[in-house]
């Protein structure tokens, strides 16, 4: 008897083994149990430009090396990221937004795309980074001075999840003691029934709805006052902002909150398995810290990559790869994939700290819709390790990372970890 037999009835078969037309990435699972390095390595190898024909998303193209996603990305002319098309998810958008229509300049072409960035960039930009480096070191120090030290303790939803919000609540001025709602609504923006975040679209909508209200309020009150360098108060104020429909406006506050929220949450969470699993690493980087945090952030972020995807629709019939990519195809660009692309990333599947040239990845995108926030994650992921490294000499993996069941977020549940002081 083959082993294959001895438990056939419920064994999926693994990457090398499924016939490559029946590969479909796109299945959260591969994604939770952390087995889908295995199939994208194998499509790297073999069909770099791969076709999906059926997924519970339907057909789409997949790319997995870092040229070909570099291509798409910055050619928008051809592949648009329009919310009418579908949106920049391989789930379409208007499949999960029923309901609550929502207008993201993420899901946008140019021109209108490009108005809506530059209103709100201001918020992000170095200048306004420098006034909030020194509020953001002082709320992470107050929170890592609160945890118990010798205890395990979950790092996601004590550390991960709670200096992020604080981040966001920065960034919006938002009322602090009622900053976990900004937590909240970024799950909720992201979440239908199956994922357990919500129980029905209709409590989605209802919670929505609330948050909408509850910012129409900040907009209101911050419109009437003189402008301030918070992100309600730029778009209240700026030209191309301040007169847009309610859908564009929540659209574009969620944009912001959804953007910063899980990415940054996983990133600090990642950071924390990488350095578990790579203990050399772990060891250089104490031997000086100041020195090794910059390019340790953005190996970070590529080691991690907390956006797997982003998505694409073809306006037109476009060549990748020696493939053709019909009209009205649906492509997807697996960050995840091309950040291990071995012919552009040095031993890709190694976390390294000191590498040269750390910030040539993928995980911010490529081209016009290139994260916007990438300096303020780089810079609260440098922040938050500095104060971690003055006051830990070792946050230790103490059991099984529990990781998220999405296709796009890459990220963790729950992180068992104990905290060893200096
Ligand atoms: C866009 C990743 C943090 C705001 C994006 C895109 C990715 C991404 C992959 C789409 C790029 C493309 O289509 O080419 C990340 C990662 C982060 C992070 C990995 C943290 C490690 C943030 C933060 C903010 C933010 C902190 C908050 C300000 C945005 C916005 C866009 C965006 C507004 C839309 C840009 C556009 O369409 O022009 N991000 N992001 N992101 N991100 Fe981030």
Known sequence: MTAFSLDAPTRRPSAHEIPLAQIDVSKPILFQTDVVGDYFARLRREDPVHYCAESANGAYWSLTKFDHIVQADTNHQALSSDSKWGGIAIQDLNSIEAAVPIEMFIAMDPPKHDQQR???SPAVAPGNLKLLEPIIRARAGEILDA?????????????????TTMTLATLFDFPWAERRKLTRWSDVTTASPETGIVASFEQRRDELLECAMYFKALWDERAKAPPQPDLISMMAHAPATRDM??????????????GGNDTTRNSIS?????????????????????????????????WQTPITHMRRTALQ????????????????????????????????????????????????????????????????????????????????LVGEPQRTYSNIIR?????PVKLHAH
């Open 118 to 120: 530059r209103a709100v």
């Open 147 to 163: 945890l118990p030290v010798g205890e395990e303790i979950d790092w996601v939803d004590l550390v991960a999840i709670e200096l």
């Open 245 to 258: 429909p309610f859908v564009e406006f929540m659209g574009n506050l969620l944009l912001l909150i959804v």
């Open 270 to 302: 990642g950071g924390v398995v990488a350095l578990n699993q790579a203990p050399d690493e772990y060891r250089k980087l104490m031997s000086d810290p100041l020195a090794r945090i910059p390019g340790m952030v953005s190996e970070i972020i590529r």
């Open 317 to 396: 019939d476009v060549e990748i790869g020696g493939k053709t990519i019909a009209k009205g195809d649906k492509v997807v660009m697996w960050y995840l994939s091309g950040n291990r692309d071995d012919e552009v990333i040095p031993q890709p599947d190694e976390f390294i700290i000191d590498r040269p040239n750390p910030r040539h990845h993928l995980s911010f995108g490529f081209g016009i819709h290139r994260c916007m926030g990438n300096r303020l994650a780089e810079l609260q992921l440098r922040i938050v390790w500095e104060e971690i490294a003055k006051r830990f000499r070792q946050v230790e």
């Open 411 to 415: 990220g963790f549940t729950a992180l």
